[in-house]
């Protein structure tokens, strides 16, 4: 799978006082690309444009102008489409907020399981469930836990074992890690790199936490007001930023 984002432009409606409203160009001329198995850093400031970016990938905020592409292997006229589900799924920064309180973790897989798996029985996807836990790295006794019971770190573990379940060619992780503490965050980002690396499975990973991309990502793309100023290879981009808007995220990484 690639994904071809190219020439991306979104354009919201903000509603002002006295009746009034401005658009506001939230996404500007943004295009790049991310092949199987690459991890790629989208990096900016709250209000760069970088949540709207994944929206749209995701399906849920419309293009304004340019368009969002998925390139399959040997996908040609005579094969039915896949989809968007199987292509992409999201990772959030408030992971137990993703989660519905009312079911124990069971449940809650077993319930994507079976959207998406409709031909497993009932045991089937009990025991799919218990391999997806394992898969991240948890013990099969959180399986009965209700979201309240976990830990942040479990609960991101969980929403991941969740996005896992149809198999997607992308994980679209927008500030998966920047809600937990710093060892939890380590453990995270080892496991989201785990993952593409066995799977084949892409990530993008959205965040203003330069270090965290850095640590995870193979090429970085820097955000500022909606538009790309710089991208390359991670650590061409952390070692040597050319535009003063990187030098200034570089800067504030090194001061920690």
Do not use: W
Not at 141 to 154: K, T, V
Request: hydrophobic letters at 45%; one cysteine or more; aromatic letters at 2%.
């Amino acid at each position: 799978m690639r994904l071809e984002v190219d020439n991306l432009g979104v354009s919201l409606r903000s509603d002002q006082m006295l009746g009034r409203a401005r658009t506001v160009h939230a996404v500007k001329r943004v295009s790049f690309s991310i092949d199987t198995g690459e991890a790629v850093g989208l990096v900016g400031e709250s209000g760069s444009g970088k949540s709207t970016i994944a929206r749209v990938i995701m399906g849920v905020v419309p293009a304004s102008t340019g368009e969002i592409r998925f390139r399959q292997e040997g996908h040609g006229p005579g094969q039915p489409k896949t989809s968007r589900a199987k292509l992409a799924q999201m990772i959030f920064q408030d992971a137990a907020a993703s989660l519905n309180p009312r079911l124990k973790v069971s449940s809650a897989l077993n319930q994507v399981i079976a959207l998406h798996h409709p031909k497993l029985s009932a045991r089937e996807r009990e025991a799919m469930g218990l391999r997806l836990l394992r898969r991240v790295a948890l013990d099969e006794n959180i399986s009965d836990r209700f979201p309240r019971e976990l830990s942040g770190g479990q609960a991101q573990r969980v929403a991941i074992a969740r996005a896992l379940i149809p198999e997607p060619s992308l994980l679209v992780c927008d500030e998966p890690v920047s809600a937990l503490d710093v060892s939890v965050q380590a453990g995270i980002l080892r496991l989201l790199d785990d993952l593409r690396r066995n799977s084949g499975t892409a990530l993008l990973m959205i965040s203003h936490d330069l270090a965290a991309v850095r640590a995870l990502c193979d090429r970085i793309i820097v955000l500022k007001e909606g538009e790309i100023v710089e991208a390359g290879p991670a650590g061409s981009i952390c070692s040597s930023p050319t535009h003063a808007y990187t030098k200034a995220l570089v800067d504030a990484v090194a001061q920690l």
